[in-house]
């Protein structure tokens, strides 16, 4: 006789920490891809780029590059600061300063009126989203029942797809009211909307608990022999140190394979687009309008590959382990994204290319979020997973830095330089292969204590 699906294990309370849960990282995601939607249109308002100069995409790229790379390095900064605080202080605390932290900045980026301004807000803002995912994944997994942990991390992360299709409408509509000339800056107004998510504290402050297993660890402390959140006990321990280089090693392939590769898609469909419009003699406003509505609609279509992807890498982990699962991830992902930057030339191409891509790509991030709470024990889970994915972060700054810097300078001379970055960069998916053999195989086993 088959067992009982998960979700009949779970109480109220497990149903509430998981939708709290689930919604504080959906908000953050949305805010991510905000960013990822409005990066293209305030490139070209702040440097003061006319409209369909060719001549200006490589230096378009860059500061694109940089302001990325710059959010990148203040969302790792902010997660490893809040990944610590989320094991000394409280899991349920933590949650909410970093939630209040990555609003505040959003809407304040509204302010920008120069790229290097606009690259601040985007770093302070980074520093409130960084903490977001441990202290939520470690939140959950101490929680939930051994049997059910893994699901419920899988739907967790599954919500960050959601979060993605929220901001994708965001940019539809706000590309529609743009196109009607009803609004003249359509970025500016996505991140005045993305600064709400701040209304979240009040639920997660009247109703979440911390976990049973942080209370006991942190009365328990004095037995141990390092403090909760302990970074040198991360690499004074040789099991805790394998952990943390595995993890942070296939962070950081993952997250250079999205945010360095896979999101600047949308700059290559917006190049691929404006084609197609001028050919069409549509006005320039108007194509920026449309440009920017089906920039929106191509985020959908990712973001729907994103959610069965997770979905799916979180059963096939369950079936055959957490190193083959990744080995496979990988290897999909690498061939959908090259596969995506070299042959995405016509209209119809976005509608099955890119959810294949986004099934693959982000499906691995539904296996970070299962795996690293398996990898630590309880005093130094929060600190331990946010290590483990914004350290990657970190060191993963640089891939949309050589993304920018490829297709500006080593490809600058040849036609859609960013193709062949693109298709460059899928090298780095390799490097998450490569340290598989050293990564602890944790299916089936419970969480370390």
Not at 198 to 212: D, G, S
Not at 262 to 276: C, E, M, Q, R
Not at 388 to 404: D, E, F, I, K
Request: hydrophobic residues 50%; charged residues 15%; proline residues 4%.
């Amino acid at each position: 006789m088959s067992p009982s699906p998960w979700y009949r294990e779970l109480n109220r309370y497990h149903w509430l920490v998981l939708v709290v849960a689930s919604l504080g990282w959906l908000c953050d995601c949305m805010d991510q891809q905000l960013f990822n939607l409005a990066r293209r249109p305030a490139m070209l308002e702040l440097l003061h780029v006319r409209p369909g100069d060719a001549s200006m995409a490589g230096p378009v790229a860059e500061y694109a590059g940089y302001a990325t790379m710059i959010f990148m390095i203040g969302w790792a900064s902010g997660g490893v600061l809040f990944g610590i605080l989320g094991d000394r202080i409280g899991r349920v605390k933590t949650m909410v300063l970093s939630i209040l932290f990555y609003s505040a900045f959003t809407g304040l980026s509204v302010l920008s009126t120069g790229v290097w301004d606009f690259s601040a807000y985007r770093f302070l803002t980074g520093l409130g989203v960084g903490g977001e995912f441990a202290v939520g994944v470690a939140l959950v997994a101490e929680v939930m029942p051994d049997r059910a942990r893994p699901f419920a991390l899988g739907w967790l992360q599954a919500c960050s797809a959601l979060g993605n299709v929220i901001a994708a409408l965001i940019g539809i509509g706000l590309g529609q009211l743009q196109q009607a000339h009803i609004i003249s800056s359509s970025w500016r107004m996505m991140f005045v909307i993305g600064a709400l998510p701040a209304l979240l504290v009040v639920i997660i402050m009247r109703r979440l608990q911390e976990p049973e297993a942080w209370q006991r660890a942190k009365a328990d402390k004095a037995a141990h022999k390092a403090q909760l959140g302990s970074m040198a006990e991360l690499f004074s321990d040789r099991r805790w140190r394998r952990s943390t280089l595995v993890g942070m090693s296939l962070a950081f392939a993952g997250v250079v394979g999205l945010w360095g590769i896979g999101f600047f898609s949308f700059d290559l469909l917006s190049s691929v687009l404006g084609k197609t419009f001028r050919a069409q003699g549509l006005p320039e406003t108007v194509i920026a309008g449309k440009t920017t509505m089906w920039t929106g609609i191509t985020s959908l279509l990712q973001n729907f590959g994103a959610f069965w992807g997770v979905y799916a890498f979180t059963h096939y982990t369950h079936h055959v382990g957490r190193r083959k699962a990744f080995a496979f991830g990988f290897i999909a992902a690498m061939i959908s994204t090259a596969f995506t930057f070299w042959r995405l030339k016509d209209f119809s191409d976005i509608f099955w290319m890119i959810p294949i891509m986004g099934f693959f790509q982000i499906g691995l991030f539904g296996g970070y979020a299962i795996y690293f709470p398996e990898l630590f024990p309880t005093r130094l889970r929060s600190t331990g997973t946010s290590f483990c994915y914004n350290v990657g972060r970190l060191v993963a700054a640089v891939g949309p830095l050589s993304l920018g810097l490829l297709t500006s300078g080593v490809y600058g001379g040849y036609d859609e330089p960013m193709r062949y970055a693109g298709m460059t960069m899928c090298l780095v998916f390799l490097f998450g292969i490569a340290v598989l053999p050293w990564a602890p195989e944790t299916r089936g086993r419970p969480l370390p204590e």
